[in-house]
Every structure is written in C-alpha cells, then in structure tokens.
C-alpha cells in the first residue's frame, strides 16, 4: 500500500465516522457526558517512546474525546455566543485541510488571495460599508480588534506628528482611550497589547449596557490627547448596540478614530428587520466581527476591516528578502492581519457565503432574532421569570426569583438541571450586579420547534429547582 493509499483510508475511516456522528444525532444531545477527572484520566499519560498507527490513534481519540465534547452546534444550544457550522462549511473545511493552503501570499496560495478578495467585496457589501474598506481575515474578533486598534494607534499618532512604527511609544504623545465600561474583555487585551493600558478613560452605561452620551461627551471634555474612541456592536450580554451616530460625529469633530467591536452584532447590518438597529455603523473607521458565531462557520474565523486601508497596512506591514510579495499593487492577505502562518479562511467564508446568498444571510439573521424574541416573550410569562433586557437582537438576559432570595445559588440549580437533562445548554452571566442566565440564538438549525423545547426545559428547571427549595423535589420529565 502506497502512503497516499494509507492516507486516503485514513481519510476515509474520519469520513465514515463523520457521517454516523451526524446521521445518529449525536450532536443533538447537549450533555457533555465526561468530567474533568475522567478525560484527565484518558488522556494524561506520557509521551511514547514509539509511534502508533495512525488508524488506532484516531480510533482512540473518537472513544475518549466524543465523551468530552460540548456540543455547542446544536440547534437548543444556547450558551455564550456560539453558531453552528453549515454543511457547506464543514465540508470546505475538510476540503481547505486537505489543501493544506498558507495564505498569506499570493505566491503561497493564489486561489486563497484572489477569494479573499472576492470575499473582502461581498462582506464590504453586505454590511453596508464604504466601498475603499479594506478586510482581513483574522483567527477571530480578538484579533480583529487588535488589528483595527493598531490602525487606530497608527494613524492617530501619525496625526499628531508621530511614527510609531520607527519610534515606537516611549516619548509619544499620550492617547487617550474612551471605551465603555460594558466593552468585551478583548477590546481591553488588545489595548494592553498595544501598550496603551494606561491612556484608558471608561464610559458609563445605561442600563442596557450602551455608552451613555452625556458621560461620553463628558469624557471627551476632561480629556486630552490624540483620540481613540471603542464602540460596540451587539453588548455580550444584552445585545445593545451603542448609540454609533453621535459616537461617530462628536469623535471625528476631534479628529479622533471610532472603532467598532462587532463580534456578532455587526452581522444585523444585513438582517432587513434589525438593520435600523446598527445606524450608523458604516461612519466607524474599523470594525471587528466573527464568522464563526452568526455566520456559522466552524471554528476559527475573525474578520477586520478598516475605512483607512494606508493606516491598516501600515500598522502590521511585512517585508523581507525571502518573502516573495504581489507587484504592482496586487493584494497580499498578509498585509491586513497579524498572523502570517495562516490556513485559508477565505475558502470557507467564500464558500458559507456564496451557498446562503444575500437573501440567506438576511433570512438566518432576522429568524434568530424572531426567535429570541419569542424565547423572551415566553420565558417573561412564567411566574418567577424576567426578562431584563431589551432584546433588539438575538441575546435574552434572563433572572430566576428564587423563594430564600439567594438568586445566585438558585441559578447555579437551573442551570445545572438544564445542562444535565440535554435539551438544551445556557450559560450564567452577572448583569449589574444580578445573577442571571444569558441566552443566545444564532444557530443556523435553529427553529420555533427547538425554542419552544428550550423553554419547556427552562420553565421546568425553574420549577424543579424552586420545588427542591421546599424539599419537594418534582422530577424534571413533568415539566419538560
């Protein structure tokens, strides 16, 4: 047997395996069914000292790895901000494996430089932007912030007659940073990265977590210094998006840069029912979204775009003998984000991208965000349940009134009887100081079939958990 046999039915047992794990349902179940210690104990060994068959290692790492997933692609997940994969994605994903493509130059992958440029049109596109925008595609929105902060770091001290390329930061003059006390944890790791942590001026919220405009404009009267500003796009928790037009327009009256943080927000610019929602958006100077969330591209995919392509090359520009570059102004996908070691991700966005169209975008953005809606307006009803935020996208914040006050441990029931019956998975945030359960709708598979089941489950978990409370344990099969 040739080793390109050998690998074709290595491929092929994956394949087979694949196609039961999806045929069977097994992604279906949200119940993670392995602990710690058990995968701990599959898992821990030494390093053998000989090789094993590629066969058998693969066969091992189903067995003892399929126990230990959390099935975050399926339709009643509802935790963090996941989406799922679509099909057409999975299988161009396999397909961008098997390439095995660095795209990062044209010269190590030109079919991946021209799609990304193709791509880099149809996001530009879709999200409303101007036409001059230049994209990058990113390991996720955490590097995407990152690469549109450094543009931002880039030309604001450029303005202020500074080259931090040359110089570096010691004796610039000192930015200042306005980001709202409800920004995502990457925003602050990619200032701290940037080594600006120190010029960093919080914004109060309102009680849907969007920058308040009277503390932003107060921010902006008591400090100096070239400006950055960090708005965002669809609030982790709640989904508010800040009021991006007056952010936009007090900013660039001081010559300051707005970047965007859009991690799945940035996605209702192309949903007909929610777009109003995001006004504005196409005034920012950067932007950072996700694929991988609403989109439902597999993991990993990050997206950065900029209204400012000179400052976007400038801050992660690469050269070096050995590199063969584009001429002639041809586009290189190195040049716009930071990793250069990169797989091709502008395959897969191509090919999610051109299989939903844009009226498939439209219709999985609108449905997810009906479907919260309906998830909200459902859970609202049952005595015990509030819902606490304005849902204007796809993120329900919810809170569970427990009988003794202790809110806290009453939530840690309902979420551990909803995660062990399967239905469905939730994950607890803390909303101003109140613990509550947040619940986000962004898988493609997702129907009212499915919400209603989660709300079954929810209702029921809320129940039990209060009855156990009054030692009068119901089981969760009456309510669900």
């Given at each position: 047997?040739?080793?390109?046999?050998?690998?074709?039915?290595?491929?092929?047992?994956?394949?087979?395996?694949?196609?039961?794990?999806?045929?069977?349902?097994?992604?279906?179940?949200?119940?993670?069914?392995?602990?710690?210690?058990?995968?701990?104990?599959?898992?821990?060994?030494?390093?053998?000292?000989?090789?094993?068959?590629?066969?058998?290692?693969?066969?091992?790492?189903?067995?003892?790895?399929?126990?230990?997933?959390?099935?975050?692609?399926?339709?009643?997940?509802?935790?963090?901000?996941?989406?799922?994969?679509?099909?057409?994605?999975?299988?161009?994903?396999?397909?961008?494996?098997?390439?095995?493509?660095?795209?990062?130059?044209?010269?190590?992958?030109?079919?991946?430089?021209?799609?990304?440029?193709?791509?880099?049109?149809?996001?530009?596109?879709?999200?409303?932007?101007?036409?001059?925008?230049?994209?990058?595609?990113?390991?996720?929105?955490?590097?995407?912030?990152?690469?549109?902060?450094?543009?931002?770091?880039?030309?604001?001290?450029?303005?202020?007659?500074?080259?931090?390329?040359?110089?570096?930061?010691?004796?610039?003059?000192?930015?200042?940073?306005?980001?709202?006390?409800?920004?995502?944890?990457?925003?602050?790791?990619?200032?701290?990265?940037?080594?600006?942590?120190?010029?960093?001026?919080?914004?109060?919220?309102?009680?849907?977590?969007?920058?308040?405009?009277?503390?932003?404009?107060?921010?902006?009267?008591?400090?100096?210094?070239?400006?950055?500003?960090?708005?965002?796009?669809?609030?982790?928790?709640?989904?508010?998006?800040?009021p991006l037009v007056d952010i936009c327009r007090l900013t660039h009256e001081r010559g300051g840069w707005v970047h965007v943080d859009a991690a799945f927000g940035m996605w209702a610019a192309a949903g007909p029912t929610v777009s109003r929602h995001v006004s504005g958006l196409a005034a920012a100077d950067s932007w950072?979204?996700?694929?991988?969330?609403?989109?439902?591209?597999?993991?990993?995919?990050?997206?950065?775009?900029?209204?400012?392509?000179?400052?976007?090359?400038?801050?992660?520009?690469?050269?070096?003998?050995?590199?063969?570059?584009?001429?002639?102004?041809?586009?290189?996908?190195?040049?716009?984000?930071?990793?250069?070691?990169?797989?091709?991700?502008?395959?897969?966005?191509?090919?999610?991208?051109?299989?939903?169209?844009?009226?498939?975008?439209?219709?999985?953005?609108?449905?997810?965000?009906?479907?919260?809606?309906?998830?909200?307006?459902?859970?609202?009803?049952?005595?015990?349940?509030?819902?606490?935020?304005?849902?204007?996208?796809?993120?329900?914040?919810?809170?569970?009134?427990?009988?003794?006050?202790?809110?806290?441990?009453?939530?840690?029931?309902?979420?551990?009887?909803?995660?062990?019956?399967?239905?469905?998975?939730?994950?607890?945030?803390?909303?101003?100081?109140?613990?509550?359960?947040?619940?986000?709708?962004?898988?493609?598979?997702?129907?009212?079939?499915?919400?209603?089941?989660?709300?079954?489950?929810?209702?029921?978990?809320?129940?039990e958990a209060t009855s156990l409370h009054h030692s009068a344990s119901v089981p969760l099969e009456e309510f669900v």
């Open positions: 047997m040739t080793e390109a046999d050998r690998t074709a039915s290595l491929l092929t047992t994956v394949a087979r395996y694949s196609e039961r794990y999806v045929r069977d349902g097994r992604s279906d179940s949200t119940r993670v069914e392995a602990d710690r210690d058990r995968l701990r104990a599959d898992f821990v060994r030494p390093l053998p000292r000989r090789g094993e068959d590629p066969h058998d290692v693969v066969s091992e790492l189903v067995a003892r790895g399929e126990p230990g997933l959390l099935h975050s692609g399926a339709p009643t997940f509802l935790g963090f901000v996941m989406g799922g994969a679509y099909p057409v994605a999975v299988a161009t994903e396999w397909l961008t494996s098997v390439w095995d493509q660095c795209g990062a130059l044209y010269a190590t992958s030109p079919v991946a430089s021209v799609v990304e440029e193709t791509v880099t049109r149809w996001l530009i596109d879709l999200f409303g932007l101007p036409s001059g925008v230049s994209v990058g595609v990113t390991t996720g929105c955490a590097t995407a912030n990152l690469t549109g902060l450094a543009a931002a770091r880039h030309a604001v001290l450029a303005a202020a007659g500074w080259n931090v390329d040359d110089d570096g930061l010691i004796g610039a003059p000192a930015p200042r940073i306005l980001v709202s006390k409800g920004c995502h944890v990457t925003v602050s790791r990619a200032i701290r990265l940037l080594g600006m942590a120190g010029q960093v001026y919080p914004v109060d919220v309102d009680d849907q977590g969007r920058m308040s405009l009277p503390a932003f404009m107060d921010r902006l009267d008591t400090t100096s210094g070239p400006l950055i500003v960090c708005a965002q796009v669809g609030n982790v928790d709640s989904g508010s998006v800040d950072a979204t996700d694929a991988h969330k609403w989109l439902n591209v597999p993991y990993d995919c990050g997206i950065a775009l900029c209204a400012h392509p000179d400052a976007h090359r400038a801050a992660l520009r690469t050269s070096a003998e050995y590199l063969t570059v584009a001429t002639d102004g041809d586009r290189d996908p190195v040049d716009y984000s930071p990793d250069m070691s990169r797989r091709a991700r502008s395959l897969v966005l191509w090919a999610t991208l051109r299989h939903l169209g844009r009226d498939g975008v439209a219709e999985l953005i609108d449905r997810c965000c009906r479907l919260a809606r309906d998830l909200a307006s459902n859970l609202d009803g049952e005595a015990g349940i509030t819902v606490v935020n304005d849902v204007v996208l796809n993120q329900v914040l919810v809170r569970f009134d427990a009988p003794d006050g202790d809110t806290a441990g009453h939530l840690s029931r309902v979420v551990d009887i909803v995660q062990r019956c399967g239905t469905g998975w939730a994950s607890p945030t803390t909303w101003f100081g109140q613990p509550t359960l947040r619940l986000s709708v962004c898988n493609w598979q997702t129907d009212r079939a499915d919400i209603d089941r989660c709300i079954a489950a929810l209702i029921g978990a809320h129940r």
